[in-house]
């Protein structure tokens, strides 16, 4: 009788989680971060809460991307207002030398420290990372760090950090135009140092951006931008030391920036542009959506942020705040960044 009644309520339960899964997420807040931007052109944005309240919001900006005047900038968003930008880290070496920055990634640790990742160099095959750290939530920072050789900080999304305290980086190298690779650096010592991890160094896919979401029983998985026209993925069953094959997701990729979250009650999200490749890469990035999955592996669209066709909106960024509602930050036609609130 009790089997009988387990095997029922595992029938009752399964379609109701299935439901709970797919159920959409509602658009309550949407807004431009910059009133009158700063620069020509922005991209690559990152968002972190510091606070309860409280988010810090970066991206790249200048005349135009990979020129010499691109810098970070930084802002503070809460319910009220959002500060005014100001530059946080440029790429000046010496008077007569000076480089693009590029991709900034905001994170804060368990112990407290707020870092901020970005890359320095003339392209992305020849970048160096750099990173600043806060102790007071982004009011004061370090000067920059040249991270060590080999060690390039989360190309694009955030890291996590585990229950033991390390933290996982989601890395990846442009090595040529046709040979992408994603990796993981990892710190078991609050950023001090790092260990690179490779993932499927064999594999033909070229991969890169990658993010990390979190499972039952030291389960991870990584959902990486593509040139072959999918969201490609591999898992890790310990805890992100070793990695096994990447392989195609369902979800397209018009090799575009992508970025994905754990939800506190084991959703997981990912923000993505859904068209497939073609003759001109703007009009693949026209249309922007947040999908929604309980296993990793099915997939559902639960949110439309944009539905364009010529204008660009790109390279998401996406939390959960303490509040238990969705910021997703993008680049709203490299003019400005634009920031939604789900729920």
Known sequence: MLKK????SAL????????????????????????????????ASTLLEVKPGILLAACFGGSQEGKEDVSIWLCKINSEKISTAQIIADGVINDTLRYPTWNPVLFKS?????????KVGPNPRAWWGMVKTSTDDGLNWSSPQKLPDGILGPIKNKPIQLANGYILSPSSVEVTENKWR??????????????????????????IQPSILTYKNQRLQVLCRSKEGSVIQSWSEDGGLHWGSLNKTAL???????DAVTLRDGRQLIVYNPDVPGKEWFNNRGKLRIACSMDGQKWNDVAVLEDGTNEEYSYPAIIQTSDGLIHVL???DRKNIKH???Q
């Not at 009644?5 to 029922?8: I, T």
């Not at 009752?12 to 700063?38: C, D, G, H, M, S």
């Not at 368990?110 to 970005?118: E, R």
């Open 5 to 8: 009644l387990s095997l029922l």
């Open 330 to 332: 993008y680049t709203y």
């Open 12 to 43: 009752l339960f399964f379609p109701f989680l299935a439901l709970y899964a797919q159920k959409r997420l509602k658009i309550i807040k949407q807004e431009l971060v910059f009133t009158n931007p700063p620069f020509k052109e922005c991209h």
């Open 110 to 118: 368990q112990a407290g420290k707020t870092f901020l990742f970005y």
């Open 252 to 258: 397209l990729n018009p090799n575009s920036g992508t």
């Open 340 to 342: 939604v609130v789900l």
């Open 182 to 207: 994603a990796h993981i650096e990892l710190s078991k010592d609050d950023g001090e140092s790092w260990q690179y991890i490779p993932i499927d160094t064999a594999s033909e896919y070229n991969v």
